[in-house]
């Protein structure tokens, strides 16, 4: 039997279908991801008119029944379109990558309700923070962490040194530090300078409801959101595909 369900949600996505609906991907607090059918959303009038963007924040009222791929979107609200960070080109793309990493990465009806809150805080972090490219590699440390698979970035995994002043070495294999005493020559091992190392272990401890507020130095010399891409994309065994970067370019 169909039920109705509310729940919030965050929209990933959505493309058309047929002549006049939209599937639309949602993450959500209490289904996980979720596809929908927006009946009617293409037509000239319709109740989802100006709803269904990317990044809407909203309460879904859902007919939901076991035995269909797809459910059906009834009604929504929108509880926040983030309407100030869609006008700020420099962090949009931010925010955006952020959600094609969990469209990527999650698998449908997996819930976590904990997890979700503090995706929504992290959107709202990209939103106020003066350097919203601190608040992706937040994101993707915190991600790692949460799939199991934590850096670990204070200390060498040999000799167990903590001050480091010369380029380290990280494992993608095992997420351990090695100094340049100790590092092992491998390919799977990425350089990391000590300005860069200071940078993620100041993210990893810092608290995810004043993430807007983190300042990092200047560090002009690696790219830590490819550093964090790279790991990422290692232990998920594929090559994540981002889009929303390019527009930075």
């Excluded at 949600?9 to 059918?37: N, Q």
């Excluded at 791929?69 to 793309?93: A, G, V």
């Excluded at 698979?149 to 060498?156: A, E, G, I, R, V």
């Excluded at 993430?211 to 130095?217: K, L, M, Q, R, S």
């Amino acid at each position: 039997m169909p039920q109705i369900i509310k729940t919030k949600a965050l929209i990933l996505g959505s493309i058309r279908w047929k002549e006049s609906s939209k599937i639309v991907s949602l993450f959500t607090a209490d289904h996980g991801k979720i596809k929908v059918i927006a009946r009617g959303a293409l037509r000239k009038k319709n109740t989802f008119g100006g709803k269904l963007e990317t990044l809407n924040y909203i309460e879904a009222i859902i007919n939901e029944k076991k035995s269909r791929s797809l459910q059906i979107l009834n009604d929504m609200d929108i509880l926040d379109s983030f309407n100030s960070l869609r006008m700020q080109y420099e962090k949009l793309p931010y925010a955006l990558t952020i959600l094609e990493i969990i469209q990527q990465v999650f698998d449908e009806n997996i819930t976590d309700k904990i997890f979700f809150n503090f995706l929504v805080e992290l959107i709202r972090a990209v939103e106020k923070s003066d350097n919203a490219q601190t608040v992706l590699w937040y994101f993707l440390l915190k991600l790692s962490s949460y799939l199991g698979f934590k850096p670990q970035l204070t200390k060498c995994a040999l000799c167990k040194k903590t001050t480091f002043l010369q380029p380290v070495k990280l494992s993608v294999e095992n997420g351990r530090l090695y100094c340049r005493e100790c590092s092992v020559n491998t390919l799977l091992n990425i350089t990391v300078t000590p300005q860069t190392l200071a940078i993620l272990q100041n993210l990893q401890n810092y608290p995810y409801k004043k993430i807007a507020d983190f300042t990092a130095p200047p560090n002009k010399n690696q790219n830590i959101t490819d550093l964090l891409l790279k790991y990422l994309n290692f232990h998920l065994d594929k090559q994540l595909s981002i889009r929303s970067l390019q527009l930075l370019i």
